[in-house]
């Protein structure tokens, strides 16, 4: 069955302090992985990855994929309190339908 | 639209009544998701549209739910004899041909009481 696991399940860190949220993954034919910020209802897209080893970079956010160990990181430097979120990957199928599996969120506090 | 829009934002709805939740997408996005987001929990796929056709339903919890697309637009989720546990956000995405990747709407925040 396909799967996508996050951890930590959530982290509570101080201002300034450097973040990694985890992803792995197993799926039938995978094409791309997503991370997503979801403050309160709609998540927001971060990156969308599907090579191994090229660094997507956002600001203070980064991200990348190991396609043969199948997982990936998201990397927050410098954290602030505005990047207290849940932090969603997602992972695309295609062995059906083109649809994304989601995993269930590190949930990120950043404290002042 | 611009963005993906989502109607209500909230229902508060009796145990054992129907609901209609609309989702009305990106102009010129064919590919349109439902998603249900449960306290705690990650997205939870439910239907997936593509056009007014729906390939995959494989989602969908039991047959008290059901979703229909017109027009290649708007889609409506309808939840029958709603239970507690349908309690969730409901999410609506779409995307444009050839782009791997959501934009997500708002959600509507489903309270079965």
């Known amino acids: 069955e396909d799967k996508v696991v996050q951890s930590p399940l959530s982290l509570v860190v101080h201002e300034g302090d450097t973040v990694t949220l985890n992803c792995s993954y197993e799926?039938?034919?995978?094409?791309?992985l997503l991370w997503y910020k979801q403050e309160k209802k709609a998540p927001t897209f971060l990156f969308m990855l599907?090579?191994?080893?090229i660094e997507k970079k956002s600001g203070r956010l980064s991200s990348i994929l190991d396609k043969k160990e199948l997982f990936s990181i998201l990397n927050i430097t410098a954290t602030q309190t505005g990047d207290s979120a849940v932090y969603l990957c997602a992972v695309e199928d295609t062995s059906g339908t083109y649809k994304y599996i989601f995993g269930t969120g590190t949930r990120l506090k950043v404290l002042a | 639209g611009a963005g993906v829009s989502q109607s209500p934002s909230n229902k508060v709805t009796e145990k054992g009544k129907d609901v209609e939740l609309r989702c009305d997408p990106i102009s010129g996005h064919t590919a349109l998701y439902w998603y249900r987001q449960s306290l705690g929990q990650g997205l939870e796929f439910l239907i997936y549209f593509q056009g007014n056709s729906a390939p995959d339903k494989s989602g969908l919890p039991s047959d008290r739910f059901s979703a229909e697309r017109t027009g290649g637009s708007v889609s409506t989720l309808t939840i029958q004899r709603t239970q507690q546990e349908d309690s969730a956000v409901y999410l609506c995405?779409?995307?444009?041909?050839?782009?791997?990747?959501?934009?997500f709407g708002s959600g509507t925040r489903l309270t079965v009481v």
């Open positions: 599907t090579s191994s080893g």
């Open positions: 799926v039938t034919n995978f094409r791309s």
């Open positions: 995405a779409s995307s444009s041909p050839g782009y791997a990747g959501y934009t």
